[in-house]
Nanobody
Framework: VQLVESGGGLVQPGGSLRLSCVAS????????MRWYRQAPGKERELVAT????????NYVDSMKGRITISRDNIKNTVYLQMNSLKPEDTAVYYC?????????WGQGTQVTVSS
């Protein structure tokens, strides 16, 4: 069972990134998927949630209107499109899969927003 994030990197303020999270070893379609982030010295924060069928989404207030979570259950992949990025969005972004008592985490991908 594995979740692998990718798509992070260094971007200037106002820029965009698209994070991907690919699952292997299990089928993503039954799982609620979430993206979290953790900035240095801060607690891990829930950023976005998408239901198993993709019909419901939720976003943290600080990023609402700038991010979109989506999923492709055929590709076993979840995405996080991030636009209008700010320096305070700098963090390690983690993918999470949850279903009943099953809870899986990826290793994280670094997002740095700086000029």
């Amino acid at each position: 069972v594995q979740l692998v994030e990718s798509g992070g990197g260094l971007v200037q303020p106002g820029g965009s990134l698209r994070l991907s999270c690919v699952a292997s070893g299990f089928t993503l379609s039954s799982y609620t998927m979430r993206w979290y982030r953790q900035a240095p010295g801060k607690e891990r924060e829930l950023v976005a949630t998408i239901s198993s069928a993709g019909s419901r989404t939720n976003y943290v207030d600080s990023m609402k209107g700038r991010i979109t979570i989506s999923r492709d259950n055929i590709k076993n992949t979840v995405y996080l499109q991030m636009n209008s990025l700010k320096p305070e969005d700098t963090a390690v972004y983690y993918c999470n899969a949850g279903f009943w008592d099953r809870n899986y985490w990826g290793q994280g991908t670094q997002v740095t927003v700086s000029s």
